[in-house]
Nanobody, 125 residues
Framework: QVQLVESGGGLARPGGSLRLSCAAS????????MGWYRQVPGEERELVAV???????NYGDSVKGRFTISRGNSKTTVFLQMNSLKPEDTAVYYC???????????????????WGQGTQVTVSP
């Protein structure tokens, strides 16, 4: 059973930094992408950052230049370094992993999403 375990959330001052971690376990299937999304009450979940299996990254417009996503050596752990935090970064941050499930020797398969339980990030004076 796939598990995504997040850590590193908490309280920070405006202009401060936090680092989130997410570790995936429980599957032998390859991971296509891992990333972070965030959500505030009453709003849709939005992309923060994502990293692909080949190391390509993509960021939400509101965090470009301030947040950096990276992977651990095992490629089953992803980090989010958040600098220059703003009050509007306050949200629950969710880790997401997309696994590639191969069902045939020819390589046919499908993608399956898994989500972590979420970690609260609060930016306040």
């Amino acid at each position: 059973q796939v598990q995504l375990v997040e850590s590193g959330g908490g309280l920070a001052r405006p202009g401060g930094s936090l680092r989130l971690s997410c570790a995936a376990s429980g599957s032998r299937n390859s991971i296509k992408t891992m990333g972070w999304y965030r959500q505030v009450p009453g709003e849709e979940r939005e992309l923060v950052a994502v990293i692909t299996s080949d190391g390509s990254t993509n960021y939400g417009d509101s965090v470009k230049g301030r947040f950096t996503i990276s992977r651990g050596n095992s490629k089953t752990t992803v980090f989010l370094q958040m600098n220059s935090l703003k009050p509007e970064d306050t949200a629950v941050y969710y880790c997401k992993a997309v696994f590639r499930i191969v069902v045939s020797v020819e390589g046919a398969g499908f993608d399956k999403d898994y989500w972590g339980q979420g970690t609260q990030v609060t930016v306040s004076p």
